[in-house]
């Protein structure tokens, strides 16, 4: 390849020959990313309208359902997707300043959380199942009926509540598992060496995507876990 | 994209203000505000996201112009999703 007289084959990844320069190919790539990301809001906008419709209709279900998660485990969860924010921050300030070690670490650290994150909605799905309240034949409000005598709840109004619940974490938990993929992937290559300070944009446009997922998480924890907390009166 | 490189302690800084910002929103739930607990919720996730996109995401540093535009369009998109279907069916099914 170096005896090859032809110079258009003489580029790499930090810039491709249909670029002008590596500022106009990192751009190209974050705006592709951001692109991504706006048709994610649409993906995700569909069921956050269908749960603002159906809250609307069905408060007091919402409001039990919304009581009856583990506040504690979501509040945890919320930390944790905001730490794992800080490493992939932090990991692509080390890819911009070229320290590959530390690149490393915080993408392994990052995917640590992110598993944590995780084993903990895990835990959370695992109480629901055990409590009947998976929406379907086994699906039980009792609990909930019984423990708000103030308000009237009708199970399956309150079904709704958790179908929404479960289609939004559930979708949510899709998008960190690709998320986990897609670093285990960038960390590979970052322990290889691939990303310089010349040439990070994996690192940086696979970053968007993770806080894309966190900032979806942001907002799930309020209209999921915090709609009615105040004590009844 | 920039090439504008932020100090680690202003990332920390963030950080640090997002966690409070979610003990805070918790902790504020079990106040009684009356609908105002709904209308802090979602202020303060907002200014959560807003941290991220702007400071994480480089969005405030970034030198393509175009990203904004993207990204505004993107939330005015759900903003009309959100608007006019709640106009709808906030005003016209009465059971």
């Not at chain 1, 919402?62 to 009856?68: E, H, L, P, Q, T």
């Not at chain 1, 060496?193 to 968007?208: A, M």
């Not at chain 2, 802090?40 to 904004?68: G, Q």
Request: proline share 3%.
């Amino acid at each position: 390849m170096s005896d090859s007289p032809i110079a258009v084959e003489q580029h790499g990844p930090e810039l491709l020959h249909h670029f002008a320069d590596p500022e106009q190919q990192r751009d190209a790539a974050s705006l592709g990313m951001w692109m991504f990301l706006a048709t994610e809001i649409m993906f995700f906008g569909g069921m956050f309208l269908a749960y603002l419709i159906y809250r609307f209709w069905y408060y007091n279900e919402f409001a039990a359902g919304s009581r009856s998660l583990d506040i504690w485990l979501g509040t945890i969860n919320t930390a944790v997707l905001i730490c794992s924010s800080l490493t992939v921050a932090l990991g692509v300030r080390a890819a911009q300043l070229g320290q590959r070690k530390l690149l490393v670490i915080l993408l392994l650290l990052t995917i640590v959380f992110g598993f944590a994150f995780l084993g903990i909605k895990g835990v959370e799905w695992y109480q629901k199942y055990e409590e009947h309240h998976i929406p379907g034949h086994s699906f039980n409000a009792d609990d909930l009926v019984k423990a708000y005598p103030q308000i009237h709840i009708d199970p399956q109004h309150e079904q709704i509540y958790f179908s929404l619940y479960f289609a939004m974490t559930g979708l949510h938990a899709l998008h960190m598992i690709i998320g986990l993929g897609l670093f285990i992937f960038l960390t590979y290559y970052a322990w290889k060496g691939r990303y310089t300070p010349k040439y990070y944009t994996p690192i940086e446009i696979g970053g968007l995507y993770w806080h894309f997922v966190d900032i979806v998480w942001i907002y799930l924890f309020p209209l999921l876990y915090l709609i009615d907390r105040k004590p009844l009166r | 994209m920039s090439e504008h490189i932020m100090s680690s302690k202003f990332y920390y800084t963030i950080w640090i203000t997002l966690l409070v910002l979610t003990v805070v929103t918790a902790a504020v739930s079990f106040v009684d505000l009356g609908p105002l607990n709904t209308v802090v919720a979602l202020v303060i996730a907002t200014v959560k996201a807003l941290l991220v996109v702007l400071f994480f995401m480089h969005v405030k540093y970034t030198s393509e112009k175009l990203t904004e535009i993207v990204i505004i369009s993107a939330v005015f998109w759900l903003f009309l999703l959100l608007s006019l279907s709640m106009a709808d069916y906030a005003t016209r099914f009465r059971s």
